[in-house]
C-alpha cells in the first residue's frame, strides 16, 4: 500500500524581505477551488508587494502568481475542469461572479478577488490551492517553464497590445527592453505592427533586433519624441518599466489619438500637458494583467508564434537566491523556480 504524503514543500515570507522553506500540512480544496501540483513558477517583481510587506500581507504567506502545473484534486461544485489537466495561475485569484464588475463582464476589476501570493498562498510550493474561476489552460506545446512567465508578464503585455487601438502597420513603440518590453517588442511584431524599441544604452540594440523590433532608439543619446516623430508618430507606447517622467516624455511622441499605456508600477507621478492632451487627443492609460480567457489567448498565441520569455531557472529551494536577483535587476529577463 503507497503511503500518500501529508505535507509539501514551500517557500513562506515569514517578515519583511525574509523567506524560508518549510514542510506545510496537505489539505483538500474548498468547494470551488482546486488543488494544483505546482511544476514551475515565475518569479515576478510583485511578488515584492508580499516579500516586503508592501501590501498589508498576513504573514506566512508563500508568495508566486506565474505558477503552472497539474490539477491533483477538483473541489466539490467545479465544473469544466479535471484532474490531471495542465493549469495556469496568474496573479487575479479568481473572479466572485455576482458584483457588479463581474455582472458587466469585466472580471479584472472584479472587487471580491484575491491577489495570487498576497491573500491567499500561491506558487513558491509544490501545491497550491485555486480558485476555479481563475484558471488558466495551458496547451501541451509549452513547458511548464516556458509558460511561467507567461501568466503575468505575458498576459500584461499581450492584453495590453491587443486591447489597444494600434492596428496591423502602425507604429508602436516599447519603453523599456526588460521582463515586460523583451516580451513586448515580440508580441508586437507577431501582431503586424511596426516595432520601435526604445531603452538606455547600445547595448540592448542588438537584443532589441533579435526580439523583432524594426527600430531601436537609445534614450540617453537621443530626444525620444522627436525620434517617434520622425517616424509619423506612434500610434501606442508600451511603457513597460518607466517612471512618470518618461511616461510623460512619451506623450510628445504620439500621433494624433495616440496612447501610452503604462504597465510600470512605480511611486513617480506622472506630469501631462493638458494641452497636447486636448488638442492633439492623446490618451495616457494602465493595463493590469487581463482576463482568465485572455490568459488562455496569451498561451495559445505564444505557441502559434514562437513568442518565448528568455529565462533563467532555480530549483524552489533556491526561491530566495531567485528572488534576490530578480530584485537586483540582474536576471535576464526572468527567473523560474522548478519543482521536482
Same mark, same amino acid.
Given at each position: 500500500?503507497?503511503?500518500?504524503?501529508?505535507?509539501?514543500?514551500?517557500?513562506?515570507?515569514?517578515?519583511?524581505?525574509?523567506?524560508? *522553506?518549510?514542510?506545510?500540512?496537505?489539505? &483538500?480544496?474548498?468547494?470551488?477551488?482546486?488543488?494544483?501540483? #505546482?511544476?514551475? @513558477?515565475?518569479?515576478?517583481?510583485?511578488?515584492?508587494?508580499?516579500?516586503?510587506?508592501?501590501?498589508? +500581507?498576513?504573514?506566512?504567506?508563500?508568495?508566486?502568481?506565474?505558477?503552472?502545473?497539474?490539477? &491533483?484534486?477538483?473541489?466539490?461544485?467545479?465544473?469544466?475542469?479535471?484532474?490531471?489537466?495542465?493549469?495556469? +495561475?496568474?496573479?487575479?485569484?479568481?473572479?466572485? $461572479?455576482?458584483?457588479?464588475? @463581474?455582472?458587466? $463582464? &469585466?472580471?479584472?476589476?472584479?472587487?471580491?478577488?484575491?491577489?495570487?501570493?498576497?491573500?491567499?498562498?500561491?506558487?513558491?510550493?509544490?501545491?497550491?490551492?485555486?480558485?476555479?474561476?481563475?484558471?488558466?489552460?495551458?496547451?501541451?506545446?509549452?513547458?511548464?517553464?516556458?509558460?511561467?512567465?507567461?501568466?503575468?508578464?505575458?498576459?500584461?503585455t499581450f492584453s495590453a497590445l491587443r486591447?489597444?487601438?494600434?492596428?496591423?502597420?502602425?507604429?508602436?513603440?516599447? !519603453?523599456?527592453?526588460?521582463?515586460?518590453?523583451?516580451?513586448?517588442?515580440?508580441?508586437?511584431?507577431?501582431?503586424? !505592427?511596426? #516595432?520601435?524599441?526604445?531603452?538606455?544604452?547600445?547595448?540592448?540594440?542588438?537584443?532589441?533586433?533579435?526580439?523583432?523590433?524594426?527600430?531601436?532608439?537609445?534614450?540617453?543619446?537621443?530626444?525620444?519624441?522627436?525620434?517617434?516623430?520622425?517616424?509619423?508618430?506612434?500610434?501606442?507606447?508600451?511603457?513597460?518599466?518607466? $517612471?512618470?517622467?518618461?511616461?510623460?516624455?512619451?506623450?510628445?511622441?504620439?500621433?494624433?489619438?495616440?496612447?501610452? +499605456?503604462?504597465?510600470?508600477?512605480?511611486?513617480e507621478p506622472i506630469e501631462l500637458s493638458?494641452?497636447?492632451?486636448?488638442?492633439?487627443?492623446?490618451? #495616457? &492609460?494602465?493595463?493590469?494583467?487581463?482576463?482568465?480567457?485572455?490568459?488562455?489567448?496569451?498561451?495559445?498565441?505564444?505557441?502559434?508564434?514562437? #513568442?518565448a520569455a528568455m529565462v533563467e531557472t532555480?530549483?524552489?529551494?533556491?526561491?530566495?537566491?531567485?528572488?534576490?536577483?530578480?530584485?537586483?535587476?540582474?536576471?535576464? !529577463?526572468?527567473?523560474? *523556480?522548478?519543482?521536482?
Open positions: 500500500m503507497v503511503q500518500r504524503a501529508s505535507t509539501y514543500r514551500a517557500v513562506h515570507a515569514v517578515g519583511p524581505g525574509k523567506l524560508e *522553506l518549510v514542510q506545510k500540512p496537505l489539505t &483538500d480544496p474548498p468547494p470551488g477551488h482546486v488543488r494544483v501540483r #505546482v511544476e514551475a @513558477c515565475g518569479v515576478c517583481h510583485s511578488d515584492s508587494a508580499t516579500v516586503e510587506g508592501i501590501l498589508p +500581507i498576513e504573514w506566512p504567506r508563500v508568495p508566486g502568481h506565474e505558477a503552472v502545473g497539474r490539477i &491533483d484534486v477538483v473541489g466539490q461544485g467545479v465544473e469544466g475542469w479535471a484532474v490531471g489537466q495542465r493549469v495556469g +495561475i496568474g496573479f487575479l485569484g479568481g473572479a466572485c $461572479g455576482y458584483c457588479e464588475y @463581474c455582472r458587466d $463582464g &469585466d472580471l479584472v476589476n472584479c472587487v471580491n478577488q484575491g491577489y495570487t501570493g498576497v491573500q491567499h498562498d500561491g506558487g513558491y510550493a509544490e501545491m497550491m490551492i485555486a480558485k476555479a474561476s481563475g484558471l488558466i489552460a495551458v496547451p501541451d506545446d509549452l513547458s511548464a517553464v516556458a509558460a511561467a512567465p507567461l501568466l503575468c508578464a505575458g498576459l500584461t486591447n489597444s487601438p494600434a492596428r496591423a502597420g502602425d507604429l508602436v513603440a516599447v !519603453f523599456g527592453v526588460g521582463g515586460l518590453g523583451h516580451l513586448g517588442v515580440q508580441y508586437a511584431q507577431r501582431m503586424g !505592427f511596426e #516595432v520601435l524599441a526604445i531603452d538606455q544604452g547600445g547595448e540592448r540594440a542588438e537584443l532589441s533586433k533579435k526580439l523583432g523590433a524594426h527600430h531601436y532608439v537609445d534614450a540617453s543619446t537621443t530626444d525620444v519624441a522627436k525620434a517617434l516623430q520622425e517616424r509619423g508618430g506612434a500610434q501606442v507606447v508600451l511603457a513597460t518599466a518607466s $517612471g512618470g517622467k518618461a511616461v510623460a516624455a512619451a506623450l510628445g511622441g504620439l500621433r494624433r489619438g495616440g496612447v501610452v +499605456i503604462s504597465l510600470g508600477a512605480t511611486a493638458a494641452f497636447e492632451l486636448l488638442f492633439k487627443q492623446l490618451g #495616457v &492609460d494602465g493595463a493590469l494583467t487581463g482576463t482568465p480567457k485572455a490568459g488562455d489567448a496569451t498561451l495559445r498565441f505564444s505557441a502559434l508564434s514562437d #513568442v532555480m530549483p524552489l529551494e533556491r526561491a530566495a537566491d531567485a528572488y534576490a536577483k530578480m530584485m537586483s535587476g540582474k536576471a535576464r !529577463f526572468r527567473m523560474v *523556480l522548478t519543482v521536482a
